[in-house]
């Protein structure tokens, strides 16, 4: 017969246990509405910049823009590439996408150029679960769908506000999210594991130098970062620091994206393309003889 000692004893077992699995779900799961909601209200607007890398080319450059209000968050996300030595030498894509306050997915439009388009892919949430989209590839009859998702689907480039800022990210754990990636045209479980902390030197000001016409850093700033290496969706991949902004990423291909200033970004790419433009016209040139 079991005591009154016995009961007492196997009800605090069974509450232990049950705190056990709730750390463990808050620990595996971590994209909660309840959490997502609280990392939000922490989100910062402004811009970051990129130049885009080809390994020590810059090719390009790409800016990440995020803007609050109470009806919910937006997000646009620019990339251009210019390689002269890439398979694909011209490549444009352009991202707008509407959140809620909670930062689920509740529209966008992803565009692609250059030597990769056009394509162009529009969703809206009818439902907290179904996601209408509208797909043109070229000059085709667009192409209508309706795809199920998860109630709390976020956008690729939105995880790291969710995890950076839901909690402090810590090297080794593991986090798992319900994504739409633009790029197959599916939602997707990406599982990501942040596998290292370190601090890198950002350039976030930049002067003009008179000798040469171009942009060079005037001030840095340190930041500390942590990487995050996925399993799945690559576009969810590289370093990011507290507040949820990427350091540095390589979304696609081998193409490297660090964040620098606006000038150091886009002022020198379009300097660089000037250049190579003048050099080409110069070298297709007839000469009289």
Not at 23 to 46: C, D, H, I, N, Y
Not at 199 to 226: C, N, Q, Y
């Amino acid at each position: 017969m079991l005591t009154r000692r016995d009961s007492l004893g196997g009800a605090i077992i069974f509450l232990w246990l049950v705190g056990l699995a709730l750390l463990a779900r808050r620990e595996l799961f971590v994209a909660e509405p309840e959490q997502l909601l609280e990392a939000a209200l922490l989100v910062v607007p402004g811009t970051a910049y990129y130049e885009v890398m080809s390994g020590d080319e810059r090719v390009g450059w790409a800016s990440a823009s995020i803007d609050t209000s109470r009806s919910g968050i937006s997000v646009r996300d620019v990339m251009v590439i210019d390689a002269p030595d890439s398979a694909a030498k011209r490549f444009a894509a352009r991202a707008r996408v509407t959140l809620t306050p909670g930062l689920r997915l509740t529209g966008f439009t992803f565009e692609l150029g250059g030597d990769h388009g056009p394509y162009r892919v529009s969703g809206k949430m009818s439902e907290d679960t179904v996601l209408q989209l509208i797909t043109t590839t070229g000059k085709s009859r667009a192409d209508t769908a309706r795809t199920p998702v998860r109630r709390a689907v976020l956008w690729p480039t939105t995880v790291p506000l969710a995890l950076a800022l839901a909690d402090r990210p810590k090297v080794g754990r593991t986090y798992r999210y319900a994504i739409y990636d633009p790029t197959t045209g599916a939602p997707e479980d990406v599982q990501l594991q942040v596998g290292a902390e370190s601090l890198f030197v950002v350039p976030d000001s930049a002067k003009r130098d008179e000798t040469s016409g171009r942009w060079i850093m005037a001030h840095e700033d340190t930041v500390r970062g942590w990487r995050l290496d996925p399993q799945g969706s690559t576009l969810v991949s590289g370093w990011i620091d507290a507040r949820g902004r990427a350091i540095e990423t390589r979304p696609i291909g081998t193409f490297t994206l660090r964040r620098t200033a606006y000038e150091l970004a886009f002022q020198n790419w379009t300097l660089d393309a000037k250049r190579r433009a003048a050099g080409t016209r110069a070298h297709h040139t007839p000469t009289n003889h």
